[in-house]
């Protein structure tokens, strides 16, 4: 079975654009969640949806946003792009999501902003 | 709020010795957890977790890690650690709730 597939790989922005990043879930897992993950650093929570709906958001501004499919496939949406959205931003995927499920990650897309 | 600390950035060591690799964490309720790791260029990956039960876990690739509820750790052990080692490792806590909590991560730098 396939990973967490996440697209597109790499992203070059420039400050003030908008950007959307898409990832596919394993075959059957119904929640996805999205890191931040800044160089150097461990990644940060930004949103957990299950079933479609929005179970989690973690301390980002309102210019992050995301939605999940009925495919329980999802997406990231970043408007307003700063310096320091620059990151590798990460999926990960669950059958449930529950506090003990086993999170799978994507590879993540690396976002450089200009 | 839960927090998680991981005591060491960079841990060098020699192949074929033992190594470990602290994480302490602070939360008010009972919580879940993770180690993972990330080599190069790539994502994470789920090398052990704790749950409830027995405090001490052992991952498929010989490591190991002993939940330590008194001193809030959860440090991570092998006796003998390959190059192939070398990567990124990641302590994590997780409540009930859907919130997963990194740690700012060690890097293990295998010498041969």
């Known amino acids: 079975d396939a990973g967490v597939t996440q697209s597109p790989t790499h992203l070059i922005k420039t400050r003030g654009q908008h950007v959307t990043l898409r990832c596919s879930p394993i075959s059957g897992h119904k929640s996805v969640s999205w890191y931040q993950q800044v160089l150097g650093q461990g990644p940060q929570f930004i949103f957990q949806?299950?079933?479609?709906?929005?179970?989690g958001r973690g301390n980002f501004p309102d210019r992050f946003s995301a939605r999940q499919f009925p495919n329980y496939s999802s997406e990231l949406n970043v408007n307003a792009l700063l310096l320091g959205d620059s990151a590798l931003y990460l999926c990960?995927?669950?059958?449930?999501?529950?506090?003990?499920?086993?999170?799978?990650f994507g590879p993540g897309t690396r976002l450089l902003v200009l | 709020a839960q927090s998680v600390t991981q005591l060491d950035s960079q841990v060098p060591v020699f192949e074929e010795a033992p190594v470990e690799l602290r994480c302490n964490y602070s939360s008010s309720v009972s919580v879940y957890l993770f180690w993972y790791v990330q080599y190069p260029n790539q994502g994470l990956q789920l090398l052990l977790k704790?749950?409830?039960?027995?405090?001490l876990v052992e991952s498929i690739n010989g490591f190991e890690a002993e939940f330590n509820k008194s001193q809030t750790s959860f440090h991570l052990r092998k006796p003998s650690v390959h190059i192939s080692d070398t990567a990124e490792y990641f302590c994590a806590v997780r409540t009930g709730g859907f919130k997963t909590i990194f740690g700012a991560g060690t890097r293990l730098f295998v010498k041969a």
């Open positions: 990960a995927s669950s059958l449930g999501g529950g506090g003990g499920e086993t999170q799978y």
């Open positions: 949806y299950y079933e479609k709906e929005e179970r």
């Open positions: 704790y749950l409830s039960g027995s405090t």
